[in-house]
């Protein structure tokens, strides 16, 4: 069963994997409609969020995956004494947590399940600690082992949720991980074996779709408004407006990535236009192209040339991003003309869930480890 609470996603997922992974249950409640007001994430307001939601999310995840056993009968030992306290001393930062969980976990069997597997990092700080603390107190009750994965890792393991890719065959792979928080070009040669070779030198991809939404009006998240417009954008349009924003650091010969020139520029265009142009669908759907357009040429143009330089085997993608239609059909395009490999998840294990966090715990299994060395870590590093 694994915890995903690093963002605006509360989620949990029970998998069975033996060779291919099968999903048991998927649950994800979202906050986007609550942090829209704000225009992005609000991380005080989402950990009370995931505080809120996490119980009902066990619920319905363990319902689903056809877990949930009312207990026939009250067990009232000594022990249970020793194991309320200890539950209260590690929700003792989550009081509205540790209010409902008891009345849960006396109401229910323990769940057949293996290991519980949990987001540490990289993230929002206060959001990880709620999901560490709820998994360190689910493992504690039940007594089973905690396996702490990184968030940037599981979105790479995604790509394990639906094939089963021949490992023989596979490695060295070039991943690119496009998400809000994190743009990296990383070479990964077995599980478990990373190195970083690229990365943003200021904003995310996601959050240059994230700002310059932002900035046209748009709502949070930036990446599905601008591509939903950008699909409806005919090309003459473009031509009309003369908006040619420009494609940063692309013929530069190292794999690093700078996107937030990209939402200066769209800053600087939109108060050039008249108030009724600002305004006209027209433009809006011409300028979200052109920066879809900017954002996917730098990434697909770094990731194919990493791919070759390091004589990669396939390309892996993942992360928030890699739900954008465009990206991944010019992605697909552009290795079917080099005969690269490349593996993309489904647009829905792209962005934030838990099967995801679960297959990249059952690839690191040996980390496996007791709730009280567990810790949260908002800046981890693959
Ligand atoms: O991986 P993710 O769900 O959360 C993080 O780990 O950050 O990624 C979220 C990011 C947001 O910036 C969002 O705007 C972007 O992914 N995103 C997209 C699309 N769907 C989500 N960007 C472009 N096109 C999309 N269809
Ligand atoms: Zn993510």
Sequence with gaps: MAIETSCDETAIAVLEINSKPKILSNIIASQVKIHQKYGGVFPALAKREHQKNLLPVLTKSLKTAKMLKAQSVKRE????????????????????????????????????????????????????????????????????????????????????????????????????????????????????????????????????????????????????AISKLA????????????????????????????????????????????????????????????????IIDVLIKKTIRAAKDYRAKTIMLGGGVTANNRLRQKFLEETEKKKIEIFIPQPEFSTDNAAMIAVAAYFGIKKKKGWQDIKADANLRI
């Design 77 to 224: 030992t000594k022990n249970n004494n020793l194991k309320r306290k200890t539950l209260q001393k590690i929700l003792e930062r989550e009081p509205n947590l540790s209010k409902n969980i008891e009345k849960f976990l006396n109401q229910y069997e323990k769940p057949k399940i293996d290991a519980i597997a949990i987001t540490v990092g990289p993230g929002l700080e206060p959001c990880l600690w709620t999901g560490v603390n709820f998994a360190k107190a689910l493992s504690s009750w039940w007594n089973l082992s905690l396996i702490p994965v990184n968030h940037l890792e599981a979105h790479i393991a995604a790509n394990w949720l639906e094939k089963n890719p021949d490992t023989k065959n596979l490695f060295p792979t070039i991943c690119l991980v496009v998400s809000g928080g994190h743009t990296q070009l990383i070479l990964m040669k077995d599980f478990g074996h990373y190195k970083i070779i690229g990365e943003t030198r200021d904003d995310a991809a996601g959050e240059c779709f994230d700002k310059t939404a932002r900035v046209l009006g748009l709502p949070y998240p930036g990446g599905p």
């Design 231 to 294: 699909e409806q954008a005919q090309s003459p349009s473009q031509k009309d407006f003369k908006i040619n924003l420009s494609r940063p650091m692309i013929n530069e010969k190292n794999y690093d990535f700078s996107f937030s020139g990209l939402k200066t520029a769209v800053l600087y265009d939109y108060q050039k236009r008249s108030a009724k142009t600002k305004k006209s669908a027209f433009y809006l759907k011409a300028i979200s192209k052109e920066i879809q357009e900017a």
